[in-house]
Structures are given as structure tokens and as C-alpha cells.
């Protein structure tokens, strides 16, 4: 059964970069069938996507943290991973990481993402203070 | 882009039916069926409940459905049970490789 595991350091401070890891168990992150993603949550309030990537290193962002995200794929460590430069107190929130599939539409004949996250990782929360 | 208008709490009786709606634009839910559905139970991660506007994954019950008229999403909860007090949020595919969220509706089972 697939899983997702959240790692990275729980306090960073203001002005550094946000790194978070998420290890895939149970499957392999290079199937040409899945999209991995980020999304995160700050205490209280709702739900935010961050980017989701390939395992061929494709990557999609939301244009509103675009400037200072990166996520990128080691498929040799079965993991993906989350950079975000420049951390305020805004960007405190659980981190989570989630899995994105691709469907086949014979109409097309392409594959295509229905953009939604069937398996989660726990979340892991990140706390930006000095 | 701004973030889908969902309510900010529903509720109803043991039974009953709930209906949470989503509202956008002609920009993503009106404009793509891309829209899914999570609930999120306090501390726990999101659960994928319906993708694309009406599919419903494996092992969630028949319950839970979802439809879609114009630029509103809706989820429809039929015969409440206890342990469907949660948070819900929708999502649409809003074009461009973006993907937005609502702001949430905490379902109350009074």
C-alpha cells in the first residue's frame, strides 16, 4: 500500500529557506501514471496548493509563490521535495504532500491530471520564527 | 486567482441531507470539470471524497456525491452519520496548470 512521509526541520527561521522532504513507500514515484504535489495549511485556516511535479522533473506552481518555490524529484531515493526561499511568518502551516494521477482520454488520446490528491502524508507542521 | 465561496458552516440532523456548494467562475468550476472534493477530520489529513465534479473513489460511500450547474460545485451529503462531521473543501482546475481551493465548510451533525 502506497505512503507518504513528510520530513524536514519543524522551526526555520525568518529570511532562510522552508525544505521539506516526502519519501514515497509501497510504489515507485517514477510510474508514468502520477503527479506528486505539496499543499499546506496554516493553523486555523484552509487548504493552499503549492506545485506538484513528474518524475521526469516536469513541475507546475501556483503563480502566487511561484518566485519562491521549487520542488524537485530524486527518483533513485524514491523522494520529492519542497524549497521555499525567502520565509515569513506567513508561511507557517502543516505541510503535506499528496499524490495527483493521470488519466487516459480516448477523445484526445492524451493523458490528462483530474488535479486531485488520492493519497496524503500526514503533514508535517513548519513553524517560520527567530 | 482567488479562492473558490464555499460556506462557512452547514449542518443537519442525523438522516438528513447537507448540501455544501462551491462557487467560482467561468475561469475554473464553471469553465473546467475538474472539481473534487476533501473532507478533513480535526488533526487528520484531507480525504479525496469525489473527483471530477461526480467520481466517487473507492471505498467512499454512496452517500457522498457531487454535481455541478454552471460556475457552482456542490456536495451533497445524504443520510448524515456522526462521523461525517468534518471540514470540506473544494478544489477546481483554474486553467493555466493552477489549481485552487475554497475556504472550507465545517459540516456540523446536530
Known amino acids: 500500500q502506497l505512503q507518504l512521509q513528510e520530513s524536514g526541520p519543524g522551526l526555520v527561521k525568518p529570511s532562510e529557506t522552508l525544505s521539506l522532504t516526502c519519501t514515497v513507500s509501497?510504489?515507485?514515484?517514477?510510474?508514468?501514471?502520477?503527479?506528486w504535489g505539496w499543499i499546506r495549511q496554516p493553523p486555523g485556516k484552509g487548504l493552499e496548493w503549492i506545485g506538484s511535479?513528474?518524475?521526469?522533473?516536469?513541475?507546475y506552481y501556483n503563480p502566487s509563490l511561484k518566485s519562491r518555490v521549487t520542488i524537485s524529484v530524486d527518483t533513485s531515493k524514491n523522494q520529492f521535495s519542497l524549497k521555499l526561499n525567502s520565509a515569513t511568518a506567513a508561511d507557517t502551516a502543516v505541510y503535506y504532500c499528496?499524490?495527483?494521477?493521470?488519466?487516459?482520454?480516448?477523445?484526445?488520446?492524451?493523458?490528462?491530471?483530474?488535479?486531485?490528491?488520492?493519497?496524503w502524508g500526514q503533514g508535517t507542521m513548519v513553524t517560520v520564527s527567530s | 486567482q482567488s479562492a473558490l465561496t464555499q460556506p462557512p458552516s452547514a449542518s443537519g440532523s442525523p438522516g438528513q441531507s447537507v448540501t455544501i456548494s462551491c462557487t467560482g467562475t467561468?475561469?475554473?468550476?464553471?469553465?473546467?470539470?475538474?472539481v473534487s472534493w476533501y473532507q478533513q477530520h480535526p488533526g487528520k489529513a484531507p480525504k479525496l471524497m469525489i473527483s471530477?465534479?461526480?467520481k466517487r473513489p473507492s471505498g467512499v460511500p454512496d452517500r457522498f456525491s457531487g454535481s455541478k450547474s454552471g460556475n457552482t460545485a456542490s456536495l451533497t451529503v445524504s443520510g448524515l452519520q456522526a462521523e461525517d462531521e468534518a471540514d470540506y473543501y473544494c478544489?477546481?482546475?483554474?486553467?493555466?496548470?493552477?489549481?485552487?481551493f475554497g475556504g472550507g465548510t465545517k459540516l456540523t451533525v446536530l
Open positions: 478544489t477546481s482546475y483554474a486553467g493555466s496548470n493552477n489549481l485552487i
Open positions: 471530477e465534479v461526480t
Open positions: 509501497g510504489g515507485s514515484i517514477s510510474s508514468s501514471n502520477y503527479y
Open positions: 499528496a499524490r495527483d494521477w493521470l488519466n487516459y482520454d480516448i477523445l484526445t488520446g492524451y493523458y490528462k491530471l483530474p488535479w486531485a490528491f488520492d493519497i
Open positions: 511535479i513528474y518524475y521526469s522533473g516536469s513541475t
Open positions: 467561468s475561469s475554473d468550476v464553471g469553465g473546467y470539470n475538474y
